[in-house]
C-alpha cells in the first residue's frame, strides 16, 4: 500500500459523509472533513459560533441602516419604506371598481372616488412625513408607478360621474402627484441621496469588517485548540484538499484557494457568510 492510499481512502469518506457531494459547497466538505478526522467537538463549536456571528451581524445591519435612515431605511424594514410599498397597487382597487361598470355593475362609482382620493391623500401625507429628506430609489419608483395608476382610475372615474365625485377622483390624483414632487425635492441633494442609495451596501461593508474579525477570533481559537490537543493538522489540511480534490474531479466546483488555512476555516467563512445575500459571499466556487 503507498502512501496515498490511505489518504485518498479517507478522501472517499469524506465524500460519503455528503449528501449531495457533487453540489456541496466547501463548509460542507469541511464539516465531513472535521467528521472523518474525529473532530467532531471543534466541528459543532465552529459552527454554533459562527452562526452566532452571522445572526448578530443581521442584527447590526438593521441597527446601522434605523440609525441612519429611520423610517426610510431600504428593503422594506423601515415605516416608510413598507407603506409606500404597499400604496403602490392600492389604486388598483378603484380601478377594478370602475371596470366592473363594463359588467353591468353599477353603483360602484361612489366607492371609487372615495378610494382614489383616500390613496392619493394617504400618499401625499406619508411623503410629508420626510419632506425635506431623501429617499431610497426603490421608494421614488414605488411611487410613480402608483402616481399612473392613481391617475389612470381618476381620468376615467371623473369622466364618466357626476359632481361631487369628479372632485374627489382629483383630490386623489392631484395627493399622489404631489407626492412623487416631494420625493423629487427631497432627493435634490445628490450627495445625501447617494448615501441613501448606497446605504445597504455601505452597511454591508461596515458590518462585514466586524465578522471579520469576529472570524479571525474564531480561527485563532481553533488553531489553539488543535495545538493543544496535539492533533495533526498537516494531516487534517491534506485531507480537507484530497476531499477537494476528488469533489471536483467528479464535477463539484468548490476550490481549495487557501489549503494552509487552519483547519476549519472554510466551515467559518462559510457560515460567518450566511447574514449575506448570494451575491455578496465567498463561497469558494468557481
Same mark, same amino acid.
Given at each position: 500500500?503507498? *502512501? %496515498? ?5 479517507? #478522501? ?17 466538505? *469541511? ?9 467532531? &467537538? !471543534?466541528?459543532? /463549536? ?8 452571522? $445572526?448578530?451581524?443581521?442584527? /447590526?445591519?438593521? #441597527? ?8 426610510? /431605511?431600504?428593503?422594506? @424594514?423601515?415605516?416608510?419604506?413598507? !407603506? ?5 397597487? #392600492? ?12 359588467? =353591468?355593475?353599477? =353603483?360602484? *362609482? ?32 414605488? %411611487? ?12 376615467? &372615474? $371623473? %369622466? ?12 386623489? #390624483? ?7 414632487? !416631494? ?15 448606497? =446605504?445597504?451596501? +455601505? ?18 481559537? $481553533? $488553531?489553539?485548540?488543535?495545538? *493543544? ?8 489540511? @491534506? ?10 474531479? %467528479? ?12 483547519? &476549519?476555516?472554510? !466551515? ?10 448570494? +451575491? ?7
Amino acid at each position: 500500500m503507498t *502512501e %496515498s492510499q490511505p489518504l485518498a481512502a479517507r #478522501a472517499a469518506e469524506v465524500r460519503d459523509e455528503l449528501v449531495s457531494p457533487a453540489t456541496a459547497h466547501r463548509e460542507l466538505i *469541511e464539516y465531513a472533513v472535521l467528521t472523518v478526522a474525529g473532530l467532531d &467537538g !471543534l466541528r459543532d /463549536r465552529l459552527v454554533t459560533e459562527s452562526n452566532a456571528v452571522a $445572526a448578530r451581524a443581521r442584527g /447590526r445591519v438593521s #441597527a446601522l441602516l434605523r440609525e441612519r435612515f429611520g423610517g426610510r /431605511r431600504p428593503q422594506l @424594514s423601515g415605516w416608510h419604506s413598507l !407603506l409606500v410599498f404597499l400604496l403602490t397597487f #392600492a389604486p388598483v382597487a378603484p380601478i377594478g371598481l370602475l371596470a366592473s361598470l363594463r359588467l =353591468g355593475n353599477g =353603483g360602484t *362609482e361612489p366607492a371609487a372616488a372615495v378610494l382614489t382620493a383616500l390613496i392619493g391623500v394617504l400618499q401625499f401625507v406619508v411623503a410629508l412625513t420626510v419632506v425635506g429628506k431623501p429617499v431610497v430609489r426603490s421608494t421614488l419608483f414605488q %411611487s410613480q408607478i402608483s402616481v399612473v395608476l392613481v391617475v389612470a382610475a381618476a381620468a376615467i &372615474g $371623473a %369622466s364618466i360621474t357626476a359632481a361631487p365625485l369628479p372632485a374627489l377622483f382629483l383630490t386623489g #390624483a392631484a395627493g399622489a402627484v404631489a407626492a412623487v414632487l !416631494l420625493y423629487l425635492w427631497g432627493r435634490r441633494d445628490r450627495e445625501r441621496t447617494q448615501l441613501i442609495d448606497d =446605504g445597504l451596501e +455601505t452597511a454591508y461593508l461596515d458590518v462585514s469588517a466586524e465578522v471579520a474579525a469576529e472570524r479571525a477570533r474564531l480561527l485563532d481559537d $481553533a $488553531a489553539r485548540e488543535l495545538r *493543544e490537543a496535539r492533533v495533526d493538522v498537516d494531516g487534517v489540511r @491534506s485531507l480537507r484538499s484530497a476531499a477537494i480534490a476528488l469533489l471536483r474531479s %467528479s464535477g463539484n466546483p468548490a476550490v481549495d484557494d487557501d489549503p494552509a488555512a487552519v483547519p &476549519g476555516a472554510y !466551515l467559518v467563512l462559510g457560515h460567518t457568510s450566511a447574514w449575506l445575500p448570494p +451575491t455578496h459571499r465567498d463561497r469558494g466556487e468557481d
